[in-house]
């Protein structure tokens, strides 16, 4: 009887959807939560349960409008005053199933709807669903007074909803003063989406209404494709003593009622129309979170990219400031023309004897020695490049993401600024930078002709030789026009220039500090950027959120193909016996 | 005890008369924020504040002596009944179809033509007006004379073009009557999507429990009850709840007498803009926040000029400048013998393009008055890094006197900051190259020097001049003359050693008063570019920052005198 596979692929769709997670504020995601969480609610609620047992009482609920008087139907079809009807709008807030006590083992259970706390008293706690055995009912069939659909009280809504999709028959309630409300509507037309079996009552309708409300509402039914559904109207009247319709205008309700529940196969081609409608109404509901959750991967991709691409533009600045010979201005060439002017460039690279002088000098004149000058000059021209740029991309990245949705939500105001620390870190950064430099002259340059042997002086004139090539770049040899706009220099340090530049092993020497200096530029900008990518992170985005969703699906409607079951048992249900209207 | 609350209300109410000159300064406060935001603020934000202005100021000019007063409610909770009840006539059509009424139907009490140019500003068509005033009824209907009763389409249909019509008219008219039913008295669709909408109109917002007669006189009471909590919950709290029957004449009493007031007060048309004001005010809240500093403060510009000074070369210029100062001073003093070499090194300005231009008193005043336009210079382009450290300083500047502002202020003021971005570099070269740099000037002491080292070659050489006349003498076998002796020393040898010592000497002693007046040269150079360059970032920079930081003064002063008075 059960149909195999199903409930598998069932329980694996289950799975998948609770998995999926949509952290990112995007425009989709409020609606694939809500949605997911309601497939959910409706495999745990009603398709696994049922396709457990497809011959358990069929479940009719009676959903509708508040003040539509649902309450008070419920009553009359069964004949007892089993839920509370009122004036004060909500009425129902707490669910009420009635049944046969035949059939009250089954749904005290508690597989179906397993949600909610069984209980015999009247209660008004959401979370509990009274059970009431009325014996006047025919076995085969229990009601459920579900909640409101449209009121101020969300927590009815959404109960309503569950309900709603728990239902294997969809009796709807509305009023002559309600039939063309918006909100109804929405719901009917996606129960018929779904396949859902509806019947409408049609209450309250006022002597002066006659024909003429129940005639638009068969045309609205029909223009929204629901021409199949069995409509019954019910005219506005007063209850009596017990609070009950009078028993003339409910008969005819009554005597359809039962009749589906005492013909085993109408009640078991309702359960599985509807039952093959839900599953068959998951797949698209799934791709549609597949979607969404894709739109999700996408949209972490994209912020992503935005961050990457800023801070890969600050790398790119660097890069060209170093290719374009931009740093070699300003501080750095005149300390530079310093160094090489006041002969220190070549007595460094000679003799120690230079060393003691110029100490002896800087400690008489009090000025510092000029290598070191050029040092610090580097130093600094570097470090306010670093700053600079890895403020321009903090804030091109903030613009960035302030210009997606989800975005902007992921935002703090922090990160449209570099770290605090990125002074200090620019600082050591280009200060490692320039030992790994004097580092790297000390292992090559031993054997170069201008490198006295050991000498450490000598290596430190080297080094920052090597700098100067690197801020000039290898595939720029600096001219003396261009050098001399720059600040009158001296002959001599350009020729200096011209014979390191045109040294092959200062260039290569150049070419490897330079690209040091840029791998350790791009590892700064990386832990920038860090921060934007932690907060994605930490939100949670899968690379491929939307794959098993699918897969999950597919197999889902490949189940329920071979299920087959609406084949062999056609919905048939019980004619309304015409003539007895008013 | 609901007689007791009907009175405290009533005594809430009456002290809020509305002030039609207050609103007014309201309404220019409001118009006054707007000016000082727009072009700052992201428009959207600023549109329902433009839609009150525009909406108010077409009010007020209309007829403040009309009322209008829309029934607004969910299809079929009776509001067309309601309104032919008032009428007393069967105007709008009441139907048993839902939804009935798909366009708004107008019922002028008094003369229709008053009426006319209030009802085209709301846009109801003329086939829907009707007018309530017929010699048969007497004075019974005086007391409503000036009202303009509105009966909108529903809102809550599956017909959505309804929904939009009583969107438009709601934000219209002067009072609204919301008209409910016991059915639909709790639908979401009515508290969520309206009655929450309006929880600053309460004073014009009437709620109306129709189909009363549907309810037992129990039920009544409960019912008025349960909505009374709704509406409190909806943040209406003490509006006014009357209970009607659109079919039962005496049922309509209390909600005629209440329309009788508020026609007689003639305050609807102000509290609902006065309300509108409010909401507006509401949702501006967050664009405004604390003052803002009235200027740059000292550090940051310094810290701006020190930034533009590296991007315009200062440095670089006030280098060249001391070295054109030893130059110039070294050619105007140097040991004449050798000065020319000098003269075959290139002036260090000159190679800038940067001799300032000689001011040369013609007597001729310029033509058009203005100061000769200064050549571009052949400065360096700036440095990778002092570009960097030209955008640290934009960012700091608007850290500095933005970090307090709203977050769209603070946008506002970072891009003022950088709106003449692309003029800079041109403006800073003009800067530079248009400062006097004070190098051009021989110095006094300089001529003095110069004046005393020719003297001193001039006594060289005539001692040279001397003693070469003594040698030809000498060779000559002429009678040779005897040169005068100073101690052991002829005259001429002492002129020619004296001079040539000497002047080597002076000009070595000049050296070091050459260095120091290089050093002050430099440094006062260094000040009047650092001044020109700093105009250049008040011009450019703090400016622009300084008109957003002054608009946001006014807007925020502005907000607060748009403040509900009291």
Redesign the interface.
């Known amino acids: 009887m059960v149909p195999e596979g199903l409930p598998a692929a069932l329980a694996r769709l289950r799975a998948a959807i609770s998995a999926a997670d949509f952290p990112l504020a995007l425009t989709s995601a409020a609606e694939a939560r809500e949605v997911g969480a309601a497939l959910v609610a409706q495999l745990d609620d009603y398709l696994l349960p049922r396709l457990a047992r497809l011959d358990a009482p069929l479940l009719v609920v009676v959903g509708g409008s508040t003040g539509a008087g649902k309450s008070t139907l419920v009553n009359s079809l069964v004949q007892a005053r089993v839920s509370a009807p009122g004036v004060l709008r909500p009425t129902t807030r707490a669910p009420v199933l009635v049944c046969n006590p035949a059939d009250s083992q089954w749904f005290r259970a508690g597989d179906l709807l397993p949600g909610l706390t069984r209980t015999t008293k009247p209660s008004v706690d959401p979370h509990t669903l009274q059970l009431v055995a009325a014996p006047a009912l025919t076995p085969g069939l229990a009601f459920l007074d579900a909640p409101d659909i449209d009121s101020v009280v969300d927590q009815n809504r959404q109960l309503a909803a569950q309900l709603l999709a728990a239902a294997d028959l969809w009796l709807f309630v509305t009023t002559a003063a309600r039939y063309a409300d918006a909100v109804p509507w929405g719901l009917l037309r996606t129960a018929r989406l779904r396949g859902t079996v509806i019947a409408l009552v049609l209450d309250r309708v006022p002597d002066e209404a006659g024909d003429d409300v129940p005639a638009h509402l068969a045309e609205m039914l029909e223009a929204n494709d629901l021409a199949e559904a069995p409509l019954f109207v019910l005219p506005e009247t007063d209850v009596d003593g017990q609070g009950l319709l009078p028993d003339r205008d409910t008969a005819e309700l009554r005597a359809w009622f039962d009749r589906l529940a005492s013909d085993a196969n109408a009640r078991a081609a309702v359960v599985r129309q509807t039952l093959d409608g839900a599953v068959a109404a998951l797949s698209p509901a799934a791709d549609g979170l597949a979607a969404a959750a894709d739109e999700q991967a996408a949209a972490a991709r994209a912020l992503r990219e935005r961050v990457r691409a800023a801070y890969r533009g600050g790398a790119e600045t660097v890069e060209r400031s170093l290719k374009d010979g931009r740093l070699l201005r300003g501080e750095v060439l005149s300390r530079w023309h310093e160094f090489v002017g006041t002969g220190d460039f070549f007595r460094g690279l000679e003799a120690r004897i230079g060393r003691l002088r110029d100490r002896i000098t800087a400690a008489v004149t009090g000025r510092p020695q000029p290598g070191n000058q050029l040092k610090s000059a580097i130093e600094s021209q570097l470090t306010t490049l670093l700053r600079g740029v890895a403020g321009d991309a903090a804030e091109n990245a903030y613009t960035g993401w302030q210009a997606h949705p989800a975005g902007a939500a992921l935002l703090e105001p922090s990160l449209a600024r570099p770290t605090p620390d990125l002074p200090d870190r620019a600082d050591r950064l280009v200060r490692d930078w320039q030992r790994g430099v004097l580092e790297l002259v000390r292992q090559e340059g031993g054997d170069k002709r201008f490198v006295a042997r050991t000498a450490a002086y000598a290596v430190n004139a080297t080094g920052l030789a090597v700098m100067i090539a690197v801020f000039a770049s290898t595939a720029f040899i600096p001219t003396g026009l261009e050098i001399g706009t720059a600040a009158g220099t001296t002959l001599a340090a350009q020729k200096v220039l011209e014979a390191i530049f045109g040294d092959q092993a200062i260039r290569r020497l150049a070419a490897k500090a330079r690209q040091d200096l840029l791998d350790r530029v791009d590892d700064l900008l990386a832990d920038e950027a860090a921060r934007y990518f932690d907060r994605i992170e930490a939100v949670g985005v899968d690379a491929d959120p939307g794959g098993e969703l699918r897969a999950a699906a597919a197999e889902v409607e490949r189940a329920r193909s071979a299920a087959a079951l609406t084949v062999g048992s056609k919905l048939a249900l019980p004619q309304r016996e015409r003539g007895e209207l008013r | 005890m609901t007689q007791f609350m009907g009175r405290v209300r009533e005594a809430l109410r009456g002290n809020r008369r509305v002030d039609p000159d207050v609103l007014i300064g309201r309404l220019d406060a409001v118009r006054s924020f707007l000016d000082a935001a727009d072009g700052h603020l992201p428009s959207e934000r600023l549109v329902p504040a433009h839609t009150l202005v525009e909406r108010a100021g077409g009010r007020l000019a209309l007829s403040r002596d009309h009322t209008l007063v829309a029934l607004a409610g ?4 009776g509001k067309s009944s309601l309104f032919n009840a008032l009428a007393h006539m069967h105007l709008s059509p009441v139907g ?4 009935t009424t798909g366009q708004a139907f107008a019922c002028v009490w008094g003369a229709a033509d008053a009426a006319g140019g209030l009802l085209d500003w709301v846009g109801v068509l003329p086939r829907n007006r009707f007018a309530r005033e017929s010699p048969l009824d007497g004075d019974d209907e005086a007391p409503l004379r000036g009202l303009v009763l509105l009966d909108l389409p529903d809102f ?5 073009a309804h929904r939009v019509e009583v969107d438009r008219l709601l934000g219209l008219v002067d009072l609204i009557v919301w008209v409910v ?9 009515v ?2 999507a309206y009655l929450r909408e309006f929880h600053r109109h309460k004073d014009v917002t009437v709620v109306v429990l129709n189909q009363a007669d549907r ?1 037992s006189t129990t ?1 009544l009471p ?2 008025l009850g ?1 909505l009374r909590r ?1 509406l409190e ?1 909806d943040g209406l709290g003490g509006v006014p709840v009357v209970a009607t029957a659109a079919v039962q004449d005496a049922a309509m009493v209390e909600l005629r007498r209440l329309l009788e007031r508020t026609v007689a007060e003639r305050q609807a048309a102000l509290r609902r803009l006065s309300g509108d004001v409010d909401s507006a005010l509401a949702r501006l809240d967050d664009l405004v926040g604390g003052p803002a500093p009235s200027d740059v403060d000292k550090a940051t510009s310094r810290a701006l000029a020190d930034a533009l000074a ?1 991007v315009a ?1 200062v ?2 210029v006030a ?2 400048t001391e ?1 054109a100062y030893r130059h110039r001073a070294g050619a105007a003093t140097g040991w004449p013998l050798v000065k020319f070499w000098r003269k075959l090194r ?1 002036d ?1 300005l000159r ?1 800038l393009h940067l001799h300032t231009p000689t001011v040369v008193d013609t007597g001729l005043a310029p033509a058009d008055g203005d100061a000769p336009v200064p050549a571009t210079t ?1 400065l ?13 300083a934009l ?1 700091t500047v608007t ?1 500095k006197t933005a970090g307090e502002l709203p977050e769209p202020w603070r946008v506002a003021v970072g891009d003022a900051a950088r709106s003449r971005l692309g003029d800079l570099p041109d403006a800073l070269d003009k800067a530079v190259a248009g400062t006097e740099l004070g190098v051009e000037r021989k110095r006094a002491w300089w001529r003095a020097v110069g004046l005393l080292q020719w003297l001193l070659t001039l006594v060289a050489v005539a001692g040279l001049g001397w003693l070469v006349a003594g040698y030809i003498v000498r060779a000559l076998g002429l009678p040779r003359f005897d040169y005068p002796m100073v101690g052991e020393v002829p005259l001429p040898t002492l002129g020619l050693l004296g001079g040539l010592a000497a002047g080597i000497l002076l000009a070595l002693l000049v050296k070091p008063f050459i260095r120091w007046g290089a050093r002050r040269a430099r440094r006062r150079a260094e000040a009047r570019m650092r001044e020109s360059v700093a105009e250049v970032g008040r011009d450019q920079v703090i400016a622009p920052v300084r008109a957003v930081l002054r608009d946001y003064t006014t807007a925020r002063d502005a907000y607060a005198a748009a403040g509900p008075p009291g």
């Open positions: 969910a299809t079929g909770s048993v179809r839902r939804p809550d249909s599956v017909e959505a039913d016991p059915q639909k008295y709790g639908d979401r669709v508290h969520e309810l039920d409960k019912v349960d709704l919950e590296g070369g440095p670089a280098d060249a070295r290139p260090p190679r052949s360096p382009d700036p440095s990778a890094a002092q570009r960097a450290s030209l955008g640290i960012r850290d």
